[in-house]
């Protein structure tokens, strides 16, 4: 085996495993509602509020 292959093969072995650390640190969206509305969880929609 030469030198190429081993080094080809090794980062062939590694690359899923950065490209799935350097997408850490995603923070969750945010659903906003149009004013005079909350967003209901359980419906995963927004509600207009009353009252």
Known sequence: MTLKTLI??????FAPAL???SCA???KQVM???DGSVYDA???TCTVVSG
């Open 8 to 13: 080809v093969g090794t980062v062939l072995a």
């Open 19 to 21: 490209a799935f650390a």
């Open 32 to 34: 906003s509602c149009t």
């Open 42 to 44: 359980e419906t995963n």
């Open 25 to 27: 640190g995603h923070e």
